[in-house]
Structure formats: structure tokens, C-alpha cells
């Protein structure tokens, strides 16, 4: 009888070691995410409370540009189980079916509001004298350094683009744009905003064109825009759209700032991907989005919300206008 224990202990050990074998655990799942530069710090709270509840998935998240992250899954066909950006348009826009042609997505969800605004610190020049009024002269006097990302990659940049040429408007104050951009030239620019923080806080620069939300995340003094020029408020969305930014993928016409994500249709683990959009889009990732400077959608808007996962459709309401 001992003898046969231990015949039968070797052979379940030498099954433990083959392919498949009782004591072989499945890996995690790796949740590919790309994402807009201003969701990494929401998104990383977001991505602890779903390793907590789902430990068989592991999100791997890469935060850079919109309109590169976009590209990233068409032109250089990277697999991503979720796309999140910061301008809503960049979905159909990039990844939606043209001319007959199919998509890389065919739905989106709106899931969070911001505002694009200034950030400085007190040493960034003119600090104690600018103010929500002054503001635009003080940006635009010689020798003030400003930071800013790239509108050709970046939807902040071509905001901060839309929003100088709606304060031209609101202030009466001609080539108020081109003045305060002189301030903010091609040395200053990054893919991404979020890059020129640290040059902010070392004082290279002295005024970043940023997201309210980063504004809230880092503690930073940010300038309090009227919302008629900031893009936050989908209220004044006719407003908005009289300003054009003109780049090299177009003139694009201001809208509200209104994040949205969506399941790209190659996704490797889209199971996963509506589990931790439902997370997102629910109670607890809203709380979360909003603990990080994010205004919310309650609930979330959808576009396409028919070819929605089913597990995702009781969750939004249709887009307003869609």
C-alpha cells in the first residue's frame, strides 16, 4: 500500500509539470489600454479597484496623445482592448467605418466633462498680478513662457488653439491668440501636456495650457475661465464650434470637452474590457473621475449604443442629438 501512494504522489507530480496540469494556473489576462495623458492618474485608481475584483485580468495601460493613441490601433495596428480619449470626436473620427469601408469601432461612451484652463505656480512670472481678468495680457507680455501640446496630436492642444480664439471674441481683443501662441512656440510643445508638468514645477516654463482635472490633481493655481471660452459646459456647444483650430488633420471646430472610450472591434479580451468599462461608467468610477477634477455624465452618453455590448447598454442613455 505505500507503494502504490507513492507511485500515484510521482504521477500526479509528473502531470503538475506537463502542459495543462492540475498545479498549472492560467496566466492573467493582460487588459491592453490606451488612454488619453490626463486619465493615467483616475485610471490607475481605477485599475486597483478592478485587480481587486477581478485578479484573473491585469490592466496594462499606456497613456499618451489621443489622436496618437487612435493611430496607434490604425495605422500601426497594435491590439488595444479599450480606447479612451479626451475629445469624443477622435472615436469616429479615427476609428468609425468610411466610404463603405469597416471600422475599428462602430460605438462610444461619453463618460467625463473637463475644461482646458492655465496653471502656473508663484514663481512663474507675473504670478501675483495675473487674475480671471488680466489674464490674457499678462500671457502675452514678452519674455512669459508657456507650455502647450501639440494640436497635431493632442486634443488639449487644438483646445487651448479654440479656446484663445473664443477669448479673442469674449475679451474684444484681436490677435489676442496669436500673441499669447508667440509665447508658447514649438520648443514648448510635447505630444502631450501632461510632459511639461515637470518643467512647470522647474520653473523652465511659466504657464502650462492644461486640463482643469491635472490643475486639481497637482495642486497647482490654475486660472478660473469664464465657461462660455473654456469648453466645459455642453450648453454653449454653439458657441464653441465658431472657433476653429486649424491642423494638420484639419480645421477642427471647438466642442465640449467630454471624454470617450470605447471597445476597439479586435480587442484580444473583450470580456474583460466591458467588465472594467462597467466599472468605469458605473457608480464607482464616475465617484472616482469626479475625486480627480473630472466633471461627470450621470449617466454616461452613448453614440452607436445598439452595437454596445449588452452588459454596457443599461449603463448610458443616448447621446443628446445623436
Known sequence: MPRRTSVAAVLLGLAALLPGGPAQAAPPARLMILAAGT???PFRDIDRLFAARYPDAVPQPQFAGSVKMAREITQLH????????????????????????????????????NAITFVYTPQSKYAADVTPANWYRMLARNGVEIGRSNPDTDPSGYQTVQMLSLAERYYKAPGLAARILANAPAANMRDTETS????????????????????????????????RIDLSDPRHAAV????V?????????????????????????????????????????????????????????????????????????????S
Not at 492644461?210 to 465657461?227: C, E, G, K, T
Not at 464653441?240 to 472657433?243: D, G, H, S, T, V
Open 39 to 41: 486619465l493615467a492618474r
Open 196 to 227: 511639461l508638468i515637470a518643467a512647470l514645477q522647474l520653473h523652465q516654463i511659466d504657464y502650462l495650457a492644461i486640463y482643469r482635472s491635472d490643475a486639481v490633481q497637482h495642486h497647482f493655481r490654475y486660472l478660473h475661465l469664464p465657461v
Open 240 to 243: 464653441y464650434r465658431e472657433a
Open 78 to 113: 497594435q491590439p488595444a482592448d479599450i480606447l479612451a480619449v479626451a475629445d469624443y470626436s477622435v472615436i469616429p473620427q479615427y476609428m468609425f467605418g468610411k466610404d463603405g469601408q469597416p471600422g475599428y469601432a462602430d460605438w462610444y461612451a461619453g463618460f467625463a466633462r
Open 245 to 321: 483650430a486649424h491642423t494638420k488633420n484639419g480645421a477642427l471646430p471647438g466642442r465640449p470637452i467630454v471624454y470617450a472610450v470605447t471597445i476597439p472591434k479586435r480587442a484580444p479580451h473583450p470580456e474583460w474590457a466591458q467588465k472594467y468599462l462597467a466599472l468605469l461608467l458605473g457608480p464607482q468610477g464616475q465617484a472616482v473621475m469626479e475625486k480627480n477634477g473630472f466633471g461627470v455624465l450621470a449617466p454616461p452618453y452613448a453614440v452607436g449604443e445598439a452595437a454596445m455590448p449588452a452588459s454596457l447598454r443599461a449603463l448610458v442613455k443616448p447621446w443628446p442629438g
